[in-house]
């Protein structure tokens, strides 16, 4: 009987049959539903006259988005379930855990589970463990990061993003102590940084930007340098962007302990980058630097003072075809101040 209906309900299996009303009784509203192949077909009449057909795809897996015990627990189907959406839970609507010893005792056997919404909860209890009971976590952090990045690698998007998010918490919250875990982690956030998913993306970005923000300069650019002559040019971009971000946060005297030439040479290898955002990045750092140079000099006096001259510094540290390219983006830029004032 089930076939037939699913024939009757399905005008496109070589038949302009209309479906059979099967409760013929009145002319009022009537639905039926039943589950086929794990979709739900639902056949509507309106008051007995133009009968609509609607096929939606239903999965059994529901993404608990938060825990319902803390009073913002919203059941929402995964973003790679159908058409519906997922609610993802921002850092500062994260509420305490109720039981701190219980969500530590079942953290790492959480992390590594196969059912995917007690993998995104025990994600969530990550996050809250890291912004609320942080120092109870430190000994299990690189089984954490272990475990984090095995979630990054899911092919199921809600897992995915939830351990994006838990990737920026974890950064704002332990800062430079992720350094000896980072290189896997890194790996993850530069390739998911990369992929055409769009919610992925910004997950990723925002996970980077955490990462940049938190993570000092002079541990983190040694990390990224390798990247920037990666095959993919889509790593390279993103890992120029980082490199360019992360070097402000050095401060001046920073800069000048790293070296100003060993940056400059960076920079100068992304200006001809296949892909605009690593050449945009590297204009970026190459202005930074400039003004860097500039401001270091405000304190010595040479002579000749030309043998100073930020056109003659970067004469010295690149090669003649790269300092022609560092040196016309920095005088299109100071010719640009010249015009506008």
Known sequence: MSEQVARDLNPQNGSDKKPRDLNPQNGSDKKLELLQNGNRVRDI??????????????????FLAADPANGNGCLKTGADVGNSEVEYIESENLNDLEDVEAALKGLLSGLDSKDWVLLCETLNNVRRLSLFHKEAMLNFLEDVITLLVKSLKNPRSAVCKTALMTAADLFSAYNDQLIDFLDPLLVQLLLKASQDKKFVCEASERALAAMTTNVSPSLLL????????????????????????????????????????????????????????????????????????????????????????????????????????????????????????
């Open 222 to 341: 040694p990390k990224l340098q390798p990247y920037l002559k990666n095959r993919n040019p889509r790593i390279r971009a993103k890992a120029s962007m980082c490199f360019s971000r992360s070097v402000p946060h050095m401060g001046l005297e920073g800069i000048k302990a790293y070296g100003i030439g060993n940056l400059i040479q960076v920079a100068a290898s992304q200006l001809s980058d296949q892909l605009p955002e690593s050449r945009e990045a590297a204009r970026t750092l190459v202005l930074e630097l400039q003004a860097v140079y500039e401001k270091s000099q405000d304190f010595t006096v040479s002579d000749p003072p030309e043998l100073d001259s930020w056109e003659h510094f970067c004469q010295s540290k690149l090669s003649p075809m790269n300092a022609q390219a560092v040196l016309r983006v920095t005088n299109i830029t100071r010719e640009g101040l010249v015009i506008g004032s």
């Open 45 to 62: 009449a309106e008051n007995g006259n133009n009968k609509k057909q609607e096929k939606e795809p239903i999965k059994s897996s529901n």
